[in-house]
C-alpha cells in the first residue's frame, strides 16, 4: 500500500499556529508589562492567526475527503474524548492525592467555558469546538458533493453572518460576542473550517495554481495585509474596549490573510522536510502542554520582566516532553487525537 503523501507546506503553517497560540498565552495583553509595552502587545496581535488556522487546517483535509460519515465523526469524537478526559482524571487525581482536594467536575466545566475559577484546562475549549465541528462535518460534505456552489453560497452567507458580527462591536454590540464562551461562537469555527474546505478544494485548483505561478507577489501582499491586522488591532482595542485578539476573529482581514497563507502554504515545497515531519506529530502534544509550561514559567522573575523570551522556550521545553512521551507505550496516548 503506497502511504499518502503529506502536504508539507500544510504541516508547516500548522507548526507556525502552535508557535502563534504561544505567543497569545504568553503575552496577557491585560498585563502590564504587554498592554505598556507596543512591543510586546504587537506580538501579542501577531498571534491572532493561531486557533482560526487549526480550524482551516481541520477543514482542509476533513471536507475534502471522498466521503465521510457519522461513523468517521464518532470515531475522531472519541479519539478526542479520550484525551479530554485521560487529562482531566489524572490531574484530578494528582491534585486529590497532594491537595486532599477533588476538583474534577470544576476542571471539566473550566475545559468547557473559560474564565472558571480553578481551572487548569481553559485552552481545551478547542476540542469541544472541534467536536461540534465533526458532528457537522458529514452534512458539510455531502452539500459539497452535491453541489460546490451550494457549498460556495453556504461560505458566503456564513462570512456575511461573521462580517456583520464583527461590525457590531464597533456599534457598542461587543459585549454580545464577550459573553458568548468561545466554544458557542460556532458561526465563527464554521467560517474557518469552510475557508478551509474552499482552499482544499478541487475546483479551487485554478485559483491555487494562480497563488503558485505569482507566489512573491501574493506573500508581499500577505505580510502588508499582516502588519495591517496589527495596527488595525491595536487600533481597535481602545474603540471597541476588548483587548483580546478574540475580537478580530470575525474581521474581514483575518480571513483574507488565512486564505492567501493557507494557498501559499498548500502549493509550496518548504526545505527541512524532515524536521517538520519530526516536529508536526507534536504539535497537538504542545498546545496540550503549553499553558502549564507558560503558568510554571512566568512565575519566575526573568519572564514576568520580559515575557516574550517565554515563547521559544516554551516551545522548546514542549517539544521536548512530548517528543519524550510520544516514544512510551500508553503514555503516548495522552498527546495524539
Known sequence: ?????????IDLLKIIACILVITLHSLPPED?????????LSLY????????????????????KKSISYAYSFKRIKNILIVVFSWLILYSFAVLIVKHKLNF???IEGSFFTGVNDSHFYHFWFFWA???M?????????ILQKSFNYFLVLTIVVTVICLIQDLSLHMGYAYLMRNTQQVFRI??????????????????????????????????????????????SLWNRQIIGWVYAEANYN???????LVISMTLFATSQPKAETVMEYIIPATMGIYILQSFAISFLSKIALFHVYPTLLIPIVFIICIIVVEIALKIPVVNRLFKL
Open 105 to 107: 467536575l470544576n476542571e
Open 130 to 132: 472541534l467536536i461540534i
Open 32 to 40: 502590564l508589562m504587554v498592554a505598556n509595552n507596543v512591543f510586546n
Open 187 to 232: 458561526n465563527t469555527w464554521l467560517e474557518y473550517y469552510l475557508l478551509g474546505g474552499l482552499v482544499g478544494n478541487a475546483h479551487f485548483g485554478q485559483i491555487r495554481e494562480f497563488f503558485k505561478t505569482h507566489f512573491i507577489a501574493f506573500s508581499i501582499l500577505d505580510i502588508f495585509l499582516y502588519i495591517i491586522l496589527i495596527v488595525y
Open 45 to 64: 496581535y501577531v498571534g491572532t492567526l493561531a486557533i482560526p488556522v487549526f480550524f482551516m487546517a481541520s477543514g482542509y483535509f476533513v471536507l475534502n
Open 134 to 142: 465533526l458532528l457537522i462535518a458529514p452534512i458539510l460534505v455531502w
Open 1 to 9: 500500500m503506497v502511504k499518502k503523501k503529506r502536504n508539507i507546506g
Open 251 to 257: 474581521n474581514i482581514l483575518v480571513m483574507l490573510i
